[in-house]
């Protein structure tokens, strides 16, 4: 069974990349930003989606502060399908 694709909104990850810009640390959120950026690009290329997973795990205690400054990200990432292979 296949999940069917999430219809990304480039505009909210626009308006997330420019919040998290204005108000974090550029360098902390520096591989989020350019997963995010490629994924405003090209919105239904699912590869994008590990790319900002991984990004987003990525940034530990950050994930917070992201979170409050670009709400978006809970929704996109709450369809995808994380894969456990630890």
């Known amino acids: 069974m296949t999940t ?10 626009a308006s997330s990349i420019e919040q998290l810009q204005e ?5 902390d959120v520096a591989a989020l930003v350019a ?4 994924m405003k690009r090209n919105p239904q290329d699912s590869a994008l989606m ?9 940034l530990g205690i950050m994930q917070g502060a992201v979170l409050t400054y670009a709400p978006y990200l809970a929704i996109i990432l709450s369809g995808y399908s994380f ?3 630890d």
Do not use: Y
């Open 35 to 38: 997963a995010l950026e490629a």
């Open 23 to 27: 108000r974090l640390g550029k360098d």
């Open 50 to 58: 590990d790319q900002l997973s991984e990004a987003f795990d990525g």
């Open 83 to 85: 894969d456990d292979t």
């Open 4 to 13: 069917p694709q999430r219809r990304i909104d480039t505009a909210a990850i």
